[in-house]
């Protein structure tokens, strides 16, 4: 556990803005120390050996590129624990080449919904700083994309939310993705390496490719969620640090019975998902004014995770509580409870 650099959340407010009154300035401050601890996984270090191996590849130069498909259901916090493998990679930090430009050996990109593969190299060119209007369509925008790459030096190229790629219609057919992903690997002049971040169905991109030259130069890992069993202590454990050590606060002495079974079963052992009803729990208590975190706080960190007001759907108030399972929507929130079906009555 350490914090992710406060920095970055003081003063982020627009320049010239009233400031926030002292309330909510401290809320402000002790959810900003919350937000900003990072606590690992056991997914942390796998990752991390994967990111390793494409490092050495690109130190080695005589490599084509590699790629590392990173793979997790929604919630399951793909987003954050690759953002933060990715600082670990000393030798690819950008860089001034001596002439005043910035070389950015890893670029970073979030893929948009329904992105064509000429929107994704338009995205990727407005991350590298090209106005919109000035990248063009068609053919023209894949070789300023090339010419960019290497102009800028990216040698490991990161989209997450891919399945946006995948999702996309495609006039071409589906294969298309992936040769134009291929190309980008075995690009003699200027090997490109990548993660690809999303959903399981990512994994497709390699199933597309009927040489099977792109499954020879994947590696694919898929997160693993929690389990009571295994990591329940653990969460116990985040769940005090950010409540009293990060927040200030106390848990009161009216947590629910079975209160961390609940909370992983409510976040559906998801982390990211564990993560947001914690934070969500700690910040209800801090807008009422309260020194503790209570069961009602939590009730309400479930409802606002699900998008549902009602109690006798919620884990933290319901006592049969293992019977309410939500599906997680793609975006990662809680998607309704599934209705019970009655069994079906037979004739007399």
């Keep these: 556990m350490r914090d992710l650099g406060m920095d970055d959340f003081a003063n982020s407010g627009p320049k010239g803005a009233k400031a926030l009154d002292p309330k909510n300035q401290r809320i402000f401050d002790l959810m900003a120390r919350v937000r900003s601890t990072y606590f690992k996984t056991k997914n942390d270090d796998e990752l991390l050996v994967k990111l390793r191996r494409i490092e050495r590849g690109i130190q080695d130069g005589r490599e084509p590129g590699h790629a590392l498909i990173v793979m997790g259901e ?5 987003s954050t624990i690759v953002e933060k493998a990715l600082k670990s990679l000393a030798t690819l930090k950008d ?16 893929a948009p919904p329904s992105c064509t593969m000429t929107d994704l190299a338009a995205e990727i060119l407005e991350r590298l700083g090209y106005e919109s209007a000035s990248i063009g369509r068609g053919a023209s925008v894949y070789h300023k994309l090339q010419r960019s790459l290497k102009n800028y030096g990216v ?16 006039i071409k057919g589906p ?14 002049s200027w090997p490109v390496h990548l993660v690809l971040v999303g959903l399981p169905e990512i994994e497709a991109v390699v199933d597309r490719d009927p040489a099977e030259q792109m499954e020879r130069r994947t590696d694919p890992l898929t997160l693993a969620n929690l389990s009571f069993k295994e990591d329940g202590e653990y969460v116990e454990w985040i769940v005090n640090t950010l409540v009293e050590d990060r927040a200030g606060l106390r848990m009161s002495s009216d947590q629910p019975h079975e209160f961390v079974e609940r909370l992983m ?17 700690i910040e209800d208590a801090l807008e009422a004014g309260h020194d503790e975190v209570s069961t009602e706080n939590w009730i309400e960190a479930y409802a606002r995770l699900a998008k549902s007001k009602g109690t006798d759907d919620n884990v933290f108030a319901e006592p049969a509580w293992r019977s309410i399972i939500r599906p997680v929507n793609r975006d990662g929130s809680l998607g309704p409870v599934a209705p019970i079906k009655s069994p079906k009555k037979g004739r007399k």
């Design 265 to 281: 079963h409510g976040a559906r052992s998801r982390f990211g998902l564990i993560m947001h009803l914690i934070t969500y729990a």
């Design 74 to 78: 929604s919630g399951a916090g793909k």
């Design 155 to 170: 040698r490991l190229l990161v989209i997450d939310e891919f399945q946006h790629v995948l999702e996309a219609p495609k």
């Design 95 to 110: 860089y001034d080449d001596g002439y005043g430009n910035e070389m950015r050996p890893i670029l970073y990109v979030i």
């Design 175 to 188: 294969a298309y993705v992936t040769n134009t992903m291929k190309n980008m690997l075995q690009d003699k």
